[in-house]
Every structure is written in C-alpha cells, then in structure tokens.
C-alpha cells in the first residue's frame, strides 16, 4: 500500500470519525443528557406527539396530515440531516473491506456487532435507515443491518432512562427485557430469511479507485448524499403526510373503555408498527394513554412497537432488504408487542 493511498484513507477515517462524534453530540447525545434531567424533575418530556392534551387525534384532513408532518419534522430534521450525511459517508470515506470484516458475516458475530454499533446512535427508526442503506450498499449482512437499525430505538440508553423516570423504572425494565431479543433475535433470524443473494460478497475496490485528495473526497460524497436524498425523503415525507391525515383512525378516542382486551392490543399494536414518531416519543405517548384511562397492556404494545419500525422507514429500506425480510420483520414487532402486553396484564392489571 503506498504513502498516498494510506493518507488518503487515514484522512477519510478521520473525516468520517469527526462526523459521528460531532454529530452525535450535537444532534443526541447534548440535548438528551439535559432531557434526562428534566425528565427526573417533572416526571415528563413534554407532550404527545400523537394528539397533544386530547382524548383523541384530530379527524382525517389535509390540517391534520401538515400539522402532525410539521411537528414531527420540527422534532426530527437534525437528526434526519445526520443520518443522510453518515449514510452517505459510509459509503464515500469508509473502506468497503472494512465493512466486510466487522459487518458481512452471516454468523452471530456480525449480528452482534451491527447492534452495539447502533446503540450510540441513538436515532429514530427513519432517521436510522439511510445508515442502514449505506451499510447495505457497503454489503454488510441484512443481520447485521437490522440489529443497527433496531438498536437505534431500542436500545437507546436515553430512552430508557426516560421510560424510567416518566412512566416506572419497572417499564424500563420490561423494554430492556424484551428489546435484547428483539434486537439481537430479529438481526439473527434476518440472516436467516434472506436469500444467498443477499449476502453479496464486497467486491473491495481497487487502490486506484479510491479517492485521495479531499475534493475528490468531498464530490463524491455529496453525490451519493444527493442521491439518496432525492431517493428518500420524497416517499418519506409522502408517507409521513398520509399518517398524519389517518392517525384518528388508527388511534381511536382514548379512555377508560379501550381496556386489556386481545383485540385493543392486537390493533394498538398493528397502529403503533405502522406509524411514525421521533425518538422517544412513544413516552409521552404512553403517559398521556395511561393517564386518560387505557389499560396497560395496550399501553405496553405501543411501548414496543411505535419506536423500532414504522410504515415510512420500512419504505426507505425497500431497495435494501428484502421485502420478505421487511414484512416478518414487521410481523415480529407486532408480536413483541403482544408479548409485552400479555407481560404487563399479567404484572400489572
């Protein structure tokens, strides 16, 4: 390896090392340290996203659907930024042999590294997916990029000690319980369900190939973060706009008579898959639930089902995981979420 291709690479890793880091702290790790403190001290984080201080989400219409886009965009367009800028720099500064050796295995290994990788991030689902893209387009294994994506949500250590300090540090307890398997569990099964296709062997690129002054670094980032840009967002913000419009459908009056009944944490926990919200937003979600009157084990189905998947993000990985992978993945959550309603019934009723 010559003087200026180990420069060159030793330059994007420490471009791409400053990204994460900077950005992470700016964007997540900052504001949650002082978030957690606000949640000790009140017991809240602020309102739900859902439908404020109602019993109920606004009637279907074109208000409904620009202002639940506006308020969830408002809460997430940083971290949006970040993510589309970390996918894109994967793929632009980081060695494709070096996603190869940590993420391309189809064992357990690399299952298990994609979702300590994930943790730090701390993002929503959405904000999550355009890494995951750009983990995928650098081959790493569909496990391995699914326990990225999923670890994200839920396993975010901020998260958690929200749960802990709004709604029970038992609820915490209950989330970390279930999330360790449906993290590490879902990455293991989607090496699993994919196709040998899908586990495409890195083609490692030639040293000529690889950029090696800065402005050839820097073009071909911002053309991949174009690309994908101009390839997500649009869908996104579609579909965004259309669950805004139908979130009183898919959540309807909330009170006392929507109880620990099978078919109300069935259906909550169909909705919560399907719909979208910013990270940590199921904790005010639920809070406001519970304190209208709802019974906890719908309550607890939403827990875990509104953060790790959702209608617009499984759209923004159509191109990159198979779509029979994406719909037993979202088969499995709903499952997990009645798992944890059954749980909380049992514990808690």
């Excluded at 070096?98 to 300590?116: C, D, K, M, Q």
């Excluded at 398997?181 to 990455?187: D, I, K, Q, R």
């Excluded at 005010?284 to 906890?296: D, E, K, R, S």
């Amino acid at each position: 390896m010559s003087v200026a291709f180990r420069s060159s690479r030793t330059m994007r890793w420490s471009v791409f090392a400053l990204l994460v880091v900077a950005g992470l702290f700016y964007v997540k790790w900052y504001p949650y340290y002082g978030r957690a403190f606000d949640a000790a001290a009140h017991h809240s984080i602020g309102s739900s996203i859902l439908m404020g201080t109602a019993d109920a989400a606004p009637t279907p219409s074109w208000d409904a659907a620009l202002g639940y886009a506006l308020a969830y965009g408002k809460a997430i367009w940083k971290a949006m930024i970040l993510g589309l800028l970390i996918g894109s720099a994967v793929q632009a500064l980081i060695p494709a042999s070096a996603v190869h050796r940590a993420l391309a295995g189809s064992g357990f290994r690399s299952t298990l590294a994609g979702g300590l990788l994930g943790i730090p991030g701390m993002m929503c689902t959405c904000c999550a997916a355009p890494v995951v893209v750009g983990l995928r387009r650098q081959n790493a294994a569909p496990g391995a990029a699914v326990a990225f994506w999923l670890s994200n949500t839920m396993l975010n250590p901020a998260t958690l000690v929200f749960t802990g300090f709004v709604l029970g540090w038992q609820w915490t307890a209950l989330r970390l319980a279930l999330s360790v398997p449906m993290v590490f569990g879902l990455g293991w099964l989607a090496n699993r369900v994919a196709a040998p296709a899908d586990h495409v062997a890195v083609q490692v690129p030639r040293e000529e190939d690889e950029p090696r002054t800065l402005g050839q670094t820097a073009v071909r980032w911002m053309r991949i973060f174009g690309g994908m840009t101009l390839r997500l967002i649009p869908e996104y913000l579609v579909i965004v706009l259309l669950l805004g419009a139908a979130r009183a459908w898919m959540f309807p009056h909330i009170g006392p008579d929507i109880g620990n009944e099978w078919f109300w944490v069935l259906a909550l926990a169909l909705a919560g898959m399907l719909f979208v919200i910013p990270t940590a937003g199921e904790v005010p979600i639920v809070q406001a639930m519970l304190t209208l009157g709802m019974g906890v084990a719908p309550a607890a189905a939403l827990m875990m089902t509104l953060p790790p998947v959702s209608l617009p993000s499984l759209a923004m990985l159509g191109r990159s995981l198979p779509l029979r992978l994406l719909l037993s993945l979202a088969a499995a959550v709903v499952s997990f979420g009645v798992f944890a309603a059954a749980i909380a019934a049992a514990l808690w009723a």
